[in-house]
Nanobody
């Protein structure tokens, strides 16, 4: 069982920045691929960014490419999402997710087995 706890969400103005963190339980964290997804109001959950267990491979949604950066620190079981140049359309609940089963770096919600409770990010115009 893997527990994920997100933090760092909040209210920010357009053009601002936020840094989300996800703390994971379990000493096997260094073997998990990790990702961030988000769910805007009234919409389905969507992929934001993913990082391979080694930290050497990352993927981003086109909508956040060049503005968001995913990173991880396996020593402290944490994955982070730095969000710059935020836009109102980035408003969503952001979820951390862990894939403990495969080496493939997935982009779909079905690729991840464990999820955090989510943290709200609101970008005002």
């Amino acid at each position: 069982q893997v527990q994920l706890v997100e933090s760092g969400g909040g209210l920010v103005q357009t053009g601002g920045s936020l840094r989300l963190s996800c703390a994971a339980s379990g000493r096997a964290f260094a073997s998990y691929n990790m990702a961030w997804f988000r769910q805007p109001p009234g919409k389905e959950r969507e992929f934001v960014a993913a990082i391979r267990w080694s930290g050497r491979d990352t993927r981003y949604a086109d909508s956040v490419m060049g503005r968001f950066s995913i990173s991880r620190d396996n020593a402290v079981f944490t994955v982070n999402l730095l969000m710059n140049s935020l836009k109102p359309e980035d408003t969503a609940v952001y979820y951390c997710a862990a894939d403990v089963q495969t080496w493939l770096l997935g982009l779909r919600t079905s690729d991840y087995e464990y999820w955090g409770q989510g943290t709200q990010v609101t970008v005002s115009s």
